[in-house]
């Protein structure tokens, strides 16, 4: 085996659509195998790109240096389309020190409220764990394919000897379509055939990175409730590698409110 130099696996490209596949869980996945290879791909700023959320039009914010030349120089976060919508959004600017602020205090919450959380994550993990609805929903598409398909087939085979055929009669040659009907209403139907099969396989694609979904969500649950279990203190100071353990994403509200989505769906 190739020794991995920090890439993506193949895997997911060459077996899960990577056309089709959502961002998200390309993202997702991505991430997971970066941290997992001990890579900090993210630091000081941009740690917060892509997880701070216009509350108004659901854009990620974006950051801009103020001052850049003299002593008041700092980096502010405001919504990349503030001004690219025909409605201004009217979410605040930030700065990093609120969303840090913050941060801690979602963290010490949880942390106060251990025995809760952790009863939630082993909730949430025990659900993520049992995929086998998902599998049986594949399974049955998988089947329904091969019927719709072996249907096609047969159709096209029809369809490739309802040819012209020659016959004389009365001294003429003339040209007698022997199966008049079928060209027409097997294209019909192949069309009808085809049509169900491209429905299933969006189906199942959508299945099937449900499935991955549920895998990363599960083991990024199991990450939080390592981190909880193992965190007896309040934290003080803002933790860089938590944050990128637990944090989603962070939504702006008008107010200035920061809504925290942890990783595993908990929200604060
Ligand atoms: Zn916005």
């Given at each position: 085996m190739?020794?991995?130099?920090?890439?993506?696996?193949q895997y997911y490209v060459e077996h899960?659509?990577?056309?089709?596949?959502?961002?998200?869980?390309?993202?997702?996945?991505?991430?997971?195998?970066e941290k997992r290879k001990g890579i900090k791909s993210r630091s000081g700023s941009n740690m917060f790109s892509s997880k701070i959320v216009c509350g108004d039009c659901g854009g990620f914010?974006?950051?801009?240096?103020?001052?850049?030349?003299?002593?008041?120089?700092?980096?502010i976060w405001r919504c990349n389309h503030k001004y690219k919508n025909e409605k201004r959004c009217q979410t605040p600017i930030i700065r990093?020190?609120?969303?840090?602020?913050?941060?801690?205090?979602?963290?010490?919450r949880l942390i106060q409220d251990k025995?809760?959380?952790?009863?939630?994550?082993?909730?949430?993990?025990?659900?993520?764990?049992?995929?086998?609805?998902?599998?049986?929903?594949?399974?049955?598409?998988?089947?329904?394919?091969?019927v719709l398909y072996n249907s096609m087939k047969e159709l096209v085979n029809q369809?490739?000897?309802?040819?012209?055929?020659?016959?004389?009669?009365?001294?003429?040659?003339?040209?007698?379509?022997?199966?008049?009907?079928?060209p027409a209403q097997a294209l019909r139907q192949y069309e009808n055939l085809k049509n169900?099969?491209?429905?299933?396989?969006?189906?199942?694609?959508?299945?099937e990175n449900t499935r991955l979904e549920w895998r990363v969500k599960?083991?990024?649950?199991?990450?939080?409730?390592?981190?909880?279990?193992?965190?007896?203190?309040?934290?003080?100071d803002f933790d860089e590698q938590m944050w990128y353990t637990l944090v989603e994403k962070v939504i702006v509200n008008r107010d200035g409110n920061l809504n925290f989505e942890l990783k595993n769906g908990v929200k604060f």
């Open positions: 190739k020794k991995n130099e920090g890439e993506v696996p899960s659509h990577p056309e089709i596949i959502s961002r998200e869980i390309f993202d997702m996945v991505k991430q997971e195998f914010y974006g950051s801009k240096v103020w001052h850049s030349n003299d002593k008041y120089r700092r980096v990093e020190v609120q969303i840090k602020e913050k941060f801690v205090d979602v963290i010490n025995t809760s959380v952790i009863a939630d994550c082993e909730k949430i993990i025990a659900e993520l764990r049992d995929t086998s609805t998902i599998e049986n929903k594949e399974l049955k598409l998988k089947a329904e394919q091969n369809m490739a000897h309802s040819k012209n055929v020659n016959a004389e009669i009365e001294g003429k040659n003339i040209e007698i379509n022997q199966n008049r009907e079928l169900q099969y491209e429905k299933n396989n969006e189906k199942l694609i959508k299945l599960k083991q990024r649950t199991l990450e939080l409730l390592d981190k909880i279990k193992n965190q007896n203190n309040l934290i003080t």
